[in-house]
C-alpha cells in the first residue's frame, strides 16, 4: 500500500493572497483576506475560532466555495498548475485524484442506501476506470489500512450500521483509495471521544508518511494541532495572523495566539470554583 513519493523542493500548493468574498447588501464581505502559504509533502495545521476562514480556504483550494462566492488569488497552484485557470472537467479530475478533502462530520457525508463498501470502491473507479472486481479487492485493502476489522464484513454494511469513529475512517478510506497527493482534513475528529480521536489521527499520520502525501488539518483544537502537524497556520477574521513551527508555538507573539495559548486548560492549576449562590460573586460587586 505504501506509495514512495519523493520529496523534492518544489512546493505541492502554492497560495499567495487568496480572497473569497461574498456579495451582500451592504457590499462585498470577505471571508478569507489574503491568505498565502506554501506547503510540501508535510502536515500543515491550520487553527482558529468559528467564522475564522478556515474551512473556506480549504473549499476555495477544490474551487468548491458556493454562489456567489466568488474566489481571487495572486497564485493558487497545485504542483505548479494554476488552479483557478483549470476549466471544470479539469478540476472534476484533480478533486479526489489528486487532492482529497474529508468534510466536517464526514460519516454524514456518506449516502445511506448504498453500502460502505460499494461506495469506497466507486470512488475507486471513478479514478481508474477499474473493474468491479479489482475495485472491491482495492475497498477492502483499504479498509484494512485504516485499521478496521474484519473489512468482508464492513464492507456489506450501511452507514448507519457502523459507529462514528468507523465512519469517520470508511470516509478517509473512501477519500485516499485513489491515493492523492495532498489531503485537506476539516475538523475530521471533532465529533469524536478522546481514545478514538487518537486513533483516526495516527492512522491519519501513519498514512502521510507511508505515501509521502501533504496534509492540511483544520481544526479549532490548539493543542491536537500541535501535536500532530508540523506547521501552523493562527486564523482570526480571514487573515492569518501567525506562521510559526508547532514546537515554536509556545513562542507565539501574536496577542490572538497568546489568547488562544492561555484559555488551554492546564493540569498543573486548579479548576475555577463555582461561584457562591448565597452572596453576589466578587465581580458583581464592583
Known amino acids: 500500500?505504501?506509495?514512495?513519493?519523493?520529496?523534492?523542493?518544489?512546493?505541492?500548493?502554492?497560495?499567495?493572497?487568496?480572497?473569497?468574498?461574498?456579495?451582500?447588501?451592504?457590499?462585498?464581505a470577505e471571508a478569507v483576506r489574503g491568505v498565502s502559504f506554501t506547503l510540501g509533502r508535510e502536515k500543515l495545521g491550520i487553527v482558529g475560532e468559528s467564522g475564522s476562514g478556515k474551512s473556506m480556504t480549504g473549499r476555495s483550494i477544490l474551487?468548491?466555495?458556493p454562489s456567489p462566492g466568488q474566489v481571487t488569488a495572486d497564485r493558487l497552484a497545485f504542483n505548479g498548475e494554476d488552479l483557478l485557470a483549470?476549466?471544470?472537467?479539469?478540476?472534476?479530475?484533480?478533486?479526489?485524484?489528486?487532492?482529497?478533502?474529508?468534510m466536517q462530520d464526514p460519516k454524514y457525508s456518506l449516502n445511506p442506501v448504498m453500502t460502505v463498501g460499494r461506495q469506497i470502491a466507486?470512488?475507486?473507479?471513478?479514478?481508474?476506470?477499474?473493474?468491479?472486481?479489482?475495485?472491491?479487492?482495492?475497498?477492502?485493502e483499504m479498509l484494512a489500512a485504516v485499521r478496521i476489522r474484519d473489512p468482508e464484513r464492513v464492507y456489506d454494511r450501511y452507514p448507519h450500521e457502523v459507529s462514528g469513529g468507523m465512519g469517520q475512517r470508511i470516509m478517509i478510506a473512501m477519500m485516499l483509495i485513489p491515493d492523492p497527493d495532498l489531503l485537506i482534513a476539516d475538523e475530521p475528529t471533532s465529533a469524536l471521544d478522546v481514545t478514538v480521536q487518537m486513533q483516526v489521527l495516527a492512522i491519519l499520520d501513519d498514512l502521510c508518511s507511508q505515501r509521502g502525501m501533504g496534509m492540511i488539518?483544520?481544526?479549532?483544537?490548539?493543542?491536537?494541532?500541535?501535536?500532530f502537524c508540523d506547521r501552523i497556520l493562527i486564523m482570526?477574521?480571514?487573515?492569518?495572523?501567525?506562521?510559526c513551527r508547532?514546537?515554536?508555538?509556545?513562542?507565539?507573539?501574536h496577542p490572538y495566539t497568546r489568547g488562544l495559548l492561555a484559555s488551554l486548560p492546564r493540569i498543573d492549576e486548579p479548576p475555577g470554583d463555582l461561584p457562591v449562590l448565597s452572596r453576589d460573586p466578587m465581580w458583581l460587586e464592583a
Do not use: W
Open 1 to 28: 500500500m505504501a506509495n514512495n513519493k519523493t520529496a523534492d523542493d518544489t512546493p505541492l500548493l502554492e497560495v499567495s493572497n487568496l480572497r473569497v468574498a461574498f456579495p451582500t447588501r451592504t457590499g462585498m
Open 63 to 65: 474551487r468548491l466555495v
Open 86 to 102: 483549470a476549466s471544470p472537467r479539469r478540476m472534476r479530475e484533480i478533486r479526489g485524484r489528486r487532492i482529497a478533502m474529508v
Open 122 to 140: 466507486e470512488a475507486y473507479r471513478v479514478h481508474s476506470k477499474a473493474g468491479a472486481a479489482e475495485a472491491k479487492r482495492r475497498a477492502l
Open 217 to 227: 488539518f483544520v481544526s479549532h483544537d490548539l493543542n491536537l494541532v500541535a501535536s
Open 236 to 243: 482570526y477574521a480571514g487573515r492569518v495572523v501567525e506562521s
Open 246 to 253: 508547532a514546537s515554536e508555538l509556545h513562542a507565539a507573539q
